[in-house]
Structures are given as structure tokens and as C-alpha cells.
């Protein structure tokens, strides 16, 4: 009997410095993270990583994409504007033809932001100007450089009030040419598809904002794209920005001087 209970003492001993020793060993949060756990938690951070480098090739993706499309918009539709000054150069001979003057008419009406379409002569001198009605203040056109076969030249920027506009010319028969005078806000802005029109694109020209939608977002990623709109001419920059936060920056030929308080 004595054998007996001395033991069941010794087991009861045994049993309380266990859980005494469970307890100095127990996290202060009262819970012990398993093996499961552990792998489950390092298979969700594993799966977080992937799902953020997926977003952010996504996003790159997106933005060459972006870039791609705004730049070929803007330069078609440049195209679409000096493809017809090249025919009704190349149509109009040493001397205006009937009905010529209604051709320029009729290109001014299809862009919405051509002002006048001047004929021009020796030392860019005008010979004919047709302008949209209701045009009260038209600059000289620019004494474009010497040009030859498929070549043209974004000219001056000039304001008229407080609107910035720039010259476009091409060659026309003989030693002649044609000169549109496009306004910048309304032709970039015709150039753009509805969905384009969502981003943020502001155009400069050196240091001078001549067009902007709207202000672009912080952080956005860069990248750089060239614009051939003209053949001859300095330069303009053309940045384009779209949630989320795509931004392109690319250049287009532009040639002539600022002027005006605006600058």
C-alpha cells in the first residue's frame, strides 16, 4: 500500500513540473505558431511579391503602350494636315487655278484649328490668304528655310490674344509654298481619340507650356518617345500622363521664336 502511494506521488511530481515547464516556454500572446502556419505565411508573401511585380510590369506595359498610340494620333493627324498643303502646292503652278481658293477654304473648315492657309512667294512674301471667318488678326507667316521635295517645317509660334499658334509649311510648284497656321490647343486636341483625351498632356515648347489637358500624376513612370512632325525646325516636348500614371515624353521638330507676355 505505502509502495502504492509513494508512486502515485512521484507520478503527480512529474506531471506538475511539465506543465510547469509548458508554461515557462508559452509565448506571452498564449499561442505557438505551427509548422502549417509558418508555411502558409511565408506561401502569402510569396504570392503578395508575385502579384505586386505582375502590377508593375502591367503598368509598364501599359504605359509603352499608351505612348505608342498618343504619338502615332498626334502625328497622323499632322499628316492629314501637310498631305493636302502638298496637293494644293504642288496643284496650284505659277499661278492660283479657279476653284484653288475654295480647296484651302475647304481644308480650313476640316481642321477645326487651322486659322489661315496662306500661298506663298520668294522670301516666304504672301501671295494669296484664305482664313476662317471672323479672323480679325492673322501674324505675317515665317520666312520658312529653303526646302526641296517631301520636306516641311513646324514654324513659329505666334500668339493671337492670348492663344498660341504655329506655322506649318511646305513646298509648293516653282520656288512657292504653303503655310497653314494652326491653332496648338484645338489641333492637339482633335488629334486625340476620346480615350487619349483622359490623359494628362502638356506641350512645350523649350521652357514655355503652350498646351496642357491637365496637371500630370506624382510618380509616375517616364518614358521617351520621338515625334517626327516636321522635317526642318527645333524642337517641342510632348509629355502625356493617365491613371495610372502612365507619362510618355516625346519630341517633335519646331522651329522659330516665342514672343508675347505669356512666355
Known sequence: ?????????????????????????????????????????????????????????????????AGAEVSREITDHTRRLTEPLRLLGAAVGEAPRPGWKRQRALLIEQFPGVLTVDLLGDASRPIESVSRPSVDSVPPPPRAPAMQG??????????????????????????QKLAALPRVDTFTTSALSPEARRFSIP?????????????????????????????????????????????????????????????
Do not use: N, Y
Open 1 to 65: 500500500m505505502a509502495a502504492g502511494i509513494t508512486g502515485s506521488s512521484t507520478a503527480e511530481t512529474a506531471r506538475r513540473r511539465k506543465e510547469a515547464s509548458a508554461l515557462r516556454t508559452r509565448p506571452p500572446w498564449g499561442w505557438t505558431p505551427s509548422g502549417g502556419g509558418v508555411l502558409a505565411l511565408l506561401a502569402g508573401l510569396v504570392v503578395w511579391q508575385a502579384l505586386t511585380s505582375f502590377e508593375e510590369a502591367h503598368v509598364a506595359d501599359a504605359t509603352h503602350l
Open 150 to 175: 517631301d520636306e516641311s517645317w513646324l514654324g513659329d509660334v505666334s500668339l493671337i490674344g492670348s492663344e498660341p499658334f504655329a506655322w506649318l509649311v511646305v513646298p509648293a510648284a516653282g520656288s
Open 203 to 263: 506641350v512645350e515648347a523649350g521652357s514655355h507650356l503652350i498646351f496642357e489637358t491637365h496637371s500630370p500624376e506624382e510618380g509616375a513612370l517616364v518614358i521617351s518617345r520621338s515625334l517626327e512632325l516636321a522635317t526642318k525646325g527645333t524642337e517641342w516636348q510632348l509629355r502625356v500622363a493617365a491613371a495610372p500614371a502612365i507619362v510618355v515624353t516625346g519630341r517633335c521638330r519646331f522651329g522659330g521664336s516665342l514672343s508675347g507676355s505669356r512666355w
